[in-house]
């Protein structure tokens, strides 16, 4: 068993002091986040991740799901759980006033979805799917189809899916087959395979809202031709209520490595003649409505792996705080706490400083995101709306990298305790592995990093973001005790414009070779926008205003984890950049396949 | 289900053109050891190992292990397996003639080893277990439990355990509590709790050779009073035969991650007065002993990492060339194997690149054991013995993690079909994940390399071992088409010896410092070991003498393996360098605990 207590102080520095939530609270609209009740709420959603949902994170786990005639079992305690989750508010935290929702800024909701991510990561992908859909259906479907679910979703009180995969369609959409056949009273008949449907069923809520790709008949090829259909579990009555069954089934459940508790779909639409949908927005505009959910989605998973991390760095902090093994490699003293060994130390340290460079950049981009929808300076808006954009696939695939990481190592604090699945570390492990998977592989966000976000622009913004970073360089260089981390933080950026230089010189005449660096690329700007965070944290943490708020103590910890992050784990950014040329030079210069 | 297909390309070009085969061939009790002989053992070992074991380790996956009415039973077909792996002389293979085993070099044996860890890790723990117990009985024990149980051992008619770990005592042997108290006879009564013993209890041998950790009781406390003894499941009668039950039972088996098809037992001693056990060797030299069987453990575990790294990329290869998905990047083709792109071709290059590397230092290293054993050069059996001791922590710990990386990678190559455990490709991961934590940790071997292999000999060892590659770095110098990695490596030296420079400065007055950045410097040594091994499989490559013996296509492969983890791989080494002595400094500088 693992508790788990959310990092309040970390949040309330972080969101306060590091991101821009002074700037989001002034927003129009976004008025009564006042900091008082962004506390109470952090403190709610804490109290509610520690005694509701993280009890259940190993039950889900070891429980999984089942497929029982036609039905699909989740764990003992998620419905219970689920329906207090819907009746706290919780769905809709971030979500539009206008059709129940709560309205908080994107920046307060990010720390609270971290916290369902560290309780139980398995249980909070239901209700996160009703995010990315509320906000498809929000900007896309008719005011009708609105008017029937929008409510529901917001609220929680019906669960959504993404039905995007088939067998022969994964990363690549363009191969979807699922048909869409127009019928006289202006619905749909919807019939093919889906697969990875996340609940794609389940009886946690009476009726379920699935969104599912699918071609017209008369749909060019490729993705210019998907087009994006609403299809309900249960039809739904004139007065709102669920009706008939509507054409639509789970046949089979995935075993999978970890998110046990989560149920994977594969679904059939149509086998009794075709499940009844309707269209969103506009035909073969799918793809467009699906990366409003897919952008939803993505951000999401990166505060999942901020989230697991987390999880995971608690469990081995404890138990290297209670575990005596050894004696002091110094004095020979004996009875010592595993915490006490340097590399138990460093191992600690890296996790801790991952995970904190991780959440700031989420913490900042979650502001970034309010600031773009909600800003009236329409040049800070549009600023912030290139920043979310360009680091999109930074908070999805580095965040998620890190947290491989940070599990991998919570494995090892443990020894061999970590290898035994009572131990409950290992899960960690298991869960996370999807996420660098899921809703876009590394791989897929690095390319979408390098073709569509930095060569597409030429590098602006990224060189936008650079003279800003350079900014915060000569702030370290100007404060006290903190020249090396300036140094050092000059040496990042240094190395990160020497891979943007590359990539815009060859990204032309030699695509191949770049996208071969790309990976390395997304690893190298996380990096360095780790240490750019991590140094406006130590900077924030230096403010004489800083003491009284958060302590000294906490404060003197949060620049001798920025100075570790700088010395020991950032001094890999000039290696990256060189393994981006190396790696495009050399791999695609093989004469013949890979052996 | 996954195939497996023993390399035996290149398992054949290392051994003969970059391991020390050639000088081993010709030592004194190696003879017979030719290279149709060799040849002859590789095609052997790999049929039975891709017919009978590979098909199997699913089989274990799936079924575990179970503990029913006091009896440990194993997965179907492991006992009718470990038969035939025993008749055909393969548990014996390395071990003495002298009690029924093959006698082949270590450097023969490896690869082979190496194939039955690829075909079925979980499985070979068994027949591993006897290689280690067998060294230390030949080298410790008394005439007359030799007579009694050696060539049960080294035939494999027995099994055998090492039983170290108790619950307050992990790495560290000196919490030890288990207790001998000498009788009349001779013997010992023991009594105590161990756990984590691998394959402590089965069916699939009729006796089992426990070799036991213990305290006399008046033994000095600490390591200094650790005693070892072999105490037998049954009793062995005069003829031989297993006669009565001794008093030690499997009381609990774990629930693992991985290796589910190895039990993993709770082992209780004495629990109906006393388990019968005799002594091996001399009183409190027990963890000297233990050191033999160890060593030989260590290495073998390398050897695992190296085995399974090899099943997941051949299994990845197999999924990257047959699945289609995406378009050309470059050329916009639609129909795309996914090893066509170019993020896919630079993980399945890394792959190769990493088990190519560890591959080839396990094999040289291999070598060196026999030198140091068998060699009438005092000179060289000595300088071999140095370089194996240096290199046994890296054998260990560098080629498990870069086993970690390779399964990582494996999975990420399937997409979301690397979740779903019907794939298998889970599995390699979830069995990879103990092997950086039995036998000691990456910590251990870290502490192990820089405690006791550099500081103690203020790195005169590792000097030598630097002046060794700066000869192979100004060979590739000269070599044709090779400047460029000559450059790499010589740079990859250099960050080398700024590390051992900054160790050995420090190792005295900061050794806390030191020991924080332990891991790190493994990483180093490991990744320079590798461009050095890699330089040498790409001399050894380009000359004529070789393009008859294994084809021009194969050799150019070769070559730009070496290029590709010079440039894209290797490039590392400076950051490791920085961040070793990065860590030092900022971790132990830390005002107060970890937060």
């Known amino acids: 068993m693992t508790d788990y207590t959310a990092p309040l102080a970390d949040m309330r520095f972080l969101l306060k002091e590091v991101a821009e939530f002074g700037a989001v609270s002034r927003l129009p609209g976004c008025e009564e986040a006042t900091p008082d009740l962004v506390d109470a709420v952090l403190e709610e959603a804490g109290k509610f991740a520690a005694g509701v949902l993280a009890p259940l994170n190993s039950v889900g786990d070891r429980a999984g799901c089942r497929l029982e005639d036609g039905k699909v079992i989740t764990p003992p305690g998620w419905t219970e759980a689920y329906q207090q989750f819907a009746a706290g508010g919780w769905v809709g935290l ?70 995007l995969t088939e067998p022969q369609a994964g990363s690549d959409l363009a191969a979807i087959r699922t048909r869409a056949e127009p019928q006289a009273d202006g619905s749909y008949r919807i019939s093919g395979q889906k697969i990875f449907i996340s609940y794609g069923d389940h009886e946690i809520t009476p009726n379920i809202v699935h969104l599912v790709l699918a071609r017209l008949p008369d749909a060019p090829p490729g993705v210019k031709g998907i087009s994006m259909f609403l299809v309900p579990k249960f039809l739904v009555n004139r007065d709102g209520s669920p009706g008939a069954r509507n054409d639509v089934r789970c046949v089979g459940l995935e075993h999978k490595l970890g998110i046990h508790g989560s149920p994977t779909c594969a679904m059939s639409f149509g086998d009794a003649g075709g499940a009844t949908g309707w269209i969103i927005g506009e035909p073969n505009r799918g793809l467009e409505y699906m990366f409003i959910m897919m952008n939803e989605a993505r951000f999401g998973v990166g505060v999942q792996g901020i989230g697991i991390g987390e999880r995971a760095y608690q469990q081995a902090l404890a138990f290297a705080r209670e575990r005596v093994q050894g004696r002091d490699a110094v004095t020979g003293a004996v009875g010592q706490s ?127 973001l650079i003279v800003e970073m350079r900014g915060v360089a000569a702030e370290l260089a100007a404060a006290e005790g903190m020249q090396s981390m300036a140094v050092r933080f000059a040496e990042d950026i240094a190395a990160l414009e020497r891979a943007l230089d590359w990539i815009l010189a060859n990204g032309r005449e030699r695509l191949a070779a770049v996208l071969a660096g790309a990976v390395p690329f997304l690893h190298l700007l996380g990096s360095v926008c780790g240490s750019w965070q991590l140094a406006r944290v130590a900077l924030a943490a230096a403010k004489p205003t800083a003491a009284e708020a958060y302590g000294a103590d906490y404060l003197r910890g949060l620049i001798e984890l920025a100075c570790f992050h700088a010395h020991a784990l950032a001094v890999q950014a000039p290696a990256l950049a060189a393994a981006i040329v190396g790696a495009g030079e050399t791999a695609t210069a093989f004469a013949r396949d890979v052996e």
């Open 338 to 464: 595993i915490i006490n060994h340097p590399d138990v130390k460093r191992m600690l340290l890296t996790m801790r400083a991952r995970i904190m460079a991780a959440r700031a950049l989420a913490y900042t981009a979650a502001g970034w995101f309010d600031l773009a929808r909600h800003s009236p300076d329409t040049a800070a808006a549009d600023k912030s709306k290139r920043y979310v954009d360009l680091l999109m696939p930074v908070v999805k695939g580095w965040s998620t990298e890190l947290c491989q990481q940070v599990c991998y190592d919570a494995i090892q604090v443990h020894g061999g305790m970590g290898f035994v699945e009572e131990t409950g570390i290992a899960q960690h492990t298991r869960d996370a592995r999807i996420i660098t998977i899921y809703e876009g592989t590394t791989g897929i966000q690095a390319n979408d990093l390098v073709g569509r976000k930095v060569l597409r622009e030429n590098g602006a913004t990224l060189r936008e």
């Open 94 to 163: 971030g979500l539009s006033p206008d059709y129940g929702g709560q309205g908080l800024p994107k920046c307060v909701a990010t720390p609270v979805w971290e916290m369902w991510f560290s309780a139980n990561t398995a249980f909070t992908m239901l209700p996160q799917l009703n995010t990315g859909e509320s906000e498809a259906i929000l900007l896309a479907a008719s005011d009708e189809l609105k008017a029937t679910y929008l409510q529901k979703l917001v609220t929680g009180e019906w669960g959504g899916t993404m039905n």
